[in-house]
């Protein structure tokens, strides 16, 4: 259980998770571990339960059996608000804006604040004014360009739309901020934009993960790569140690997962 003292901490990890939904297993013994402040990619074929794993790690889903721990206290998340009241935000696939509202309204759905006093309080009066700076503010310091803070989500770009949804896990995420192929179907640019705002929110302290099917993006970006495999990982390794060609191997199954060197910090004793 005890780490060498030079290994990164780790901010989540999970063992063992499982879940079935009838004959269809989703997970199957699912490990994962995230360091702090690093960057990791999950990456694996079309059904190998990516999504499964993130949301059984953000509570939109809950493991028939497995142990999941923050900064080393097991937690079980029951919905994605337990998940984000620990400071862990979630882009999942399925893109997570509103359409129909602006990009201020966006970025505090949920948690929209209220003027002081009376009006706020008795009245439950929001406080617009104050929302719109800070949504401002915090889409500069993002390095976000749109045209303005009340322009309705519907009229954004793909792309634009896709960093309103990381912005706003960025904007409230404490700990960690979890994205579910937050560059697919995005034109080159759109998808260098939301990498850059990775790397920004990296820099703000935070551990990303990133699930993606583009190998460029994920040696673009990634610190360490999880390769996910028939429900379970199958290897992680460091970034700079493999090339794309090794990783396709092994979450096709055409490698061993250990014709790779590993790059798992917490190796649990069998
Ligand atoms: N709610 C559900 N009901 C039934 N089966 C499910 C459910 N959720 C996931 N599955 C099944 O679990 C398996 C893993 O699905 P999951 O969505 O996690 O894969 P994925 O790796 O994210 O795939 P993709 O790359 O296509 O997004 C699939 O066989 C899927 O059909
Ligand atoms: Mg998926």
Do not use: C
């Not at 460029?216 to 996910?228: C, K, N, Q, S």
């Amino acid at each position: 259980m005890t780490a060498a003292p030079s290994l990164p901490r780790l901010v989540m990890e999970a063992h063992g998770l499982r879940k079935s939904y009838g004959h269809v297993i989703a997970m199957d013994g699912a490990d994962f571990e995230l360091a702090d402040n690093e960057i990791l990619a999950v990456v694996g074929d079309n059904g190998a339960g990516k999504s499964s794993l993130i949301r059984a790690l953000t509570g939109a889903v809950v493991p028939d059996s497995g142990e999941i721990t923050l900064d080393g206290r097991q937690v079980s998340f029951r919905t994605p608000l337990d998940a984000r009241l620990s400071g862990i935000e979630t882009v999942y696939q399925e893109l997570a804006v509103a359409t129909e509202l602006d990009i201020t309204q966006n970025l505090f759905l949920g948690r929209e604040l209220r003027k002081p006093g009376f009006m706020g309080m008795v009245l439950r009066q929001l406080d617009k004014k104050r929302m719109r700076n800070e949504a401002l503010e915090h889409m500069r310091n993002l390095g976000i360009r749109v045209q303005s803070i009340r322009q309705k989500v519907d009229t954004l770009s793909g792309g634009q739309r896709q960093a309103v949804a990381v912005a706003r896990a960025a904007a409230w995420g404490r700990r960690v901020v979890i994205l579910d192929e937050p560059t697919a179907a995005l034109g080159v640019r759109e998808t260098k934009q939301v990498l850059e705002l990775i790397r920004r929110v990296r820099a703000q302290g935070l551990s990303v993960v990133i699930i993606s099917h583009s190998m460029p993006d994920v040696f673009e970006i990634a610190d360490r790569i999880h390769i996910h495999r028939l429900g379970r990982r199958a290897a992680v390794v460091a970034t700079k140690t493999v090339t794309m060609n090794d990783v396709v191997a092994v979450m096709t199954g055409a490698a061993a997962p250990d014709s790779l060197p590993t790059a798992i910090i917490h190796q649990k004793k069998a």
